[in-house]
Nanobody, 125 residues
Framework: VQLQASGGGLVQPGGSLRLSCAHSGFTLDYYAIGWFRQAPGKEREGVSCIGSSDEGTRHFADSVKGRFTISRDTARKMVYLQMNALQPEDTAVYFC??????????????????WGKGTLVTVSS
């Protein structure tokens, strides 16, 4: 079982970026997968999650609602986080994680079974 985030980089304020999370292992096919972020000196924050199907339940943190979308391609074992209207406060290491269900509890981080390594997103002019 493995989760690997990619797609981070440097982007200007107002710009967009798409992060990818590749998951492997039969187990994660049936798990909700989502994204967390952690900025320097700040606590980890749940960003978004999606249920186990391509049209699965989605949840978003209030801080990203209307700007970020999440999608899943079960055939390719990929989850994507499309980030639009990025602001400097979105700067953080983003990493993906898996839990049986996508709900508000997922975004607390307490119900996570699997964590992946992160990718750095820097929003700066």
């Amino acid at each position: 079982v493995q989760l690997q985030a990619s797609g981070g980089g440097l982007v200007q304020p107002g710009g967009s970026l798409r992060l990818s999370c590749a998951h492997s292992g039969f187990t994660l096919d049936y798990y909700a997968i989502g994204w967390f972020r952690q900025a320097p000196g700040k606590e980890r924050e749940g960003v978004s999650c999606i249920g186990s199907s391509d049209e699965g339940t989605r949840h978003f943190a209030d801080s990203v609602k209307g700007r970020f979308t999440i999608s899943r391609d079960t055939a390719r074992k990929m989850v994507y986080l499309q980030m639009n209207a990025l602001q400097p406060e979105d700067t953080a290491v983003y990493f993906c994680a898996a839990s049986p269900y996508c709900n508000g509890y997922f975004l607390t981080g307490y119900g996570i079974d699997y964590w992946g390594k992160g990718t750095l997103v820097t929003v700066s002019s």
